[in-house]
């Protein structure tokens, strides 16, 4: 009888200690898997950085940053051709707007020119040759026979990054003319100058706006 129950105690002791082996088993069983896991994403990044030759990691950034700068110097450079084209077509248009300016009877600072004189000159008074030839004599504007202004150019230079305006006569007679309007002195005969030659303020200012907004 005394035994029997030793027995009995024996088995009910050994089934709480399989228990916990058993899960400790378990346990150990999960930390190896995500043990081998760990391990295998170590290894695959250690394979990635090992595979990159310093050299050639070197190599790759200096590539990456010449056609960086190639890219912003492309960029760059198409601007300034933009800008000069711009600066071009800006300079033509403000030179035209000299003549139109001058043939309302307004000067490069914006004020009316003199009236034509009653005075007379060696051909007579200037103000009734102009009606004998049906010109109009309420304002000065600087236009008889035209040639003046038609001879008027703009010629555009680009210099790298500067650009270049000259606007001018190309007829020698007419640029004495227009020197004598400016000057107030044509031959012998002295008048009041008027100087219809320039860029006005406002013009300088038109152009510079056009270049600013150039892409």
């Not at 899960?23 to 990635?48: D, F």
């Not at 004599?137 to 001879?151: C, H, I, K, P, R």
């Amino acid at each position: 009888m005394s035994e029997e129950n030793s027995d009995a105690t024996t088995t009910s002791d050994q089934q709480p200690v399989d228990s916990e082996a058993q899960k400790m088993q378990e346990k150990i069983q999960r930390l190896q898997g995500l043990l081998a896991s760990k391990e295998k994403e170590y290894n695959r990044v250690v394979s990635v950085y090992k595979d990159i030759d310093p050299e050639e990691y070197r190599s790759l950034r200096q590539k990456l940053e010449e056609k960086e700068r190639e890219a912003i110097e492309r960029a760059v450079n198409q601007r300034v051709d933009n800008m000069a084209t711009e600066f071009s077509s800006a300079v033509e248009a403000e030179k035209n707007q000299i003549k139109v300016r001058t043939q309302t009877g307004v000067d490069v600072n914006g004020k009316q020119f003199v009236a034509y004189s009653d005075k007379e000159g060696p051909q007579g008074a200037w103000k009734d040759i102009r009606k004998s030839e049906n010109k109009q004599t309420a304002y000065v504007d600087l236009t008889f026979s035209g040639d003046m202004f038609n001879s008027m150019r703009a010629v555009f230079r680009r210099d790298g990054f500067k650009f270049l305006a000259t606007i001018f006569f190309s007829d020698p007679l007419q640029a004495k003319k227009a020197k004598g309007h400016q000057t107030g002195l044509l031959g012998k005969i002295r008048f009041e100058p008027r100087k219809f030659f320039g860029l006005s303020n406002s013009q300088r200012e038109a152009i510079v706006s056009k270049l600013r907004n150039v892409k």
